[in-house]
């Protein structure tokens, strides 16, 4: 079983910028699609961002378009997101996942965006 773990989260003010990273162990983390994920407190877990096997392909939410870039290095089996011009409303617990037949999560990181 493939494990994922999610780290570089933290406080940031508004308009500012992270990256989260997502190691996953094992060999077959280059033949999975991966999506971010978030959840904020008292909401549903949303989609953020996705990206193909080989990164070919991605696609985002409507309300991070134009901020959040999704990458990855399968080299190094990790999934990027670079977060830019963050607002308050991008606070939530992030979460990477595999898309393998039942689903892969990592334990997710928490970003706050606060002044």
């Known amino acids: 079983q493939m494990l994922l773990e999610e780290s570089g989260g933290g406080l940031v003010q508004p308009g500012g910028s992270l990256r989260l990273s997502c190691v996953a162990s094992?060999?077959?983390?280059?033949?999975?699609?991966m999506g971010w994920y978030r959840q904020a407190p008292g909401k549903q877990r949303e989609l953020v961002a996705r990206i193909t096997s080989g990164g070919e392909y991605t696609n985002y939410a409507d309300s991070v378009k134009g901020r959040f870039t999704v990458s990855r290095d399968n080299a190094k089996n990790t999934v990027y997101l670079q977060m830019t011009i963050l607002k308050p409303e991008d606070t939530a617990v992030y979460y990477c996942n595999a898309e393998s037949r039942y689903g892969i999560w990592g334990q997710g990181t928490k970003v706050t965006v606060s002044s």
């Open positions: 094992g060999d077959i983390f280059r033949t999975y699609a």
